[in-house]
């Protein structure tokens, strides 16, 4: 199975910037796109951005401009720079691959348990 496990995550005030990491363990065979989803209390699963095995990115339009996702494919990671963070950023944010298993030639989706973001006003 592969596992992923968030850091980062923490309070600041509105207009600073954080770094969330990500890093995959397990017997993974490889990766294809990797990224980051957030959900706040009393709403909806918001997909953040994304970058492919290729390197394209994605983002949501919220966060264009101020977010940034990288990637390191030799340490398995994946990393969101958050810049200019707003209140409505605050939320919890999960971190997503979608991989192949060294005993399944499947792709599968596979999610952390997640890192709380919370933007002062």
């Known amino acids: 199975q592969v596992q992923l496990v968030e850091s980062g995550g923490g309070l600041v005030q509105a207009g600073g910037s954080l770094r969330l990491s990500c890093a995959a363990s397990?017997?993974?065979?490889?990766?294809?796109?990797m990224g980051w989803y957030r959900q706040a209390p009393g709403k909806q699963r918001e997909l953040v951005a994304s970058?492919?095995?290729?390197?394209?990115?994605n983002y949501a339009d919220s966060v264009q401009g101020r977010f940034t996702i990288s990637r390191d494919d030799a340490s398995k990671m994946v990393y969101l720079q958050m810049n200019s963070l707003k209140p409505e950023d605050t939320s919890v944010y999960y971190c997503?691959?979608?991989?192949?298993?060294?005993?399944?030639?499947?792709?599968?989706?596979?999610w952390g348990q997640g890192t709380q973001v919370t933007v002062s006003s």
């Open positions: 997503y691959t979608n991989a192949r298993l060294r005993s399944r030639g499947a792709e599968y989706a596979y």
């Open positions: 397990g017997s993974i065979f490889s990766i294809n796109a």
């Open positions: 970058i492919t095995s290729g390197a394209s990115t």
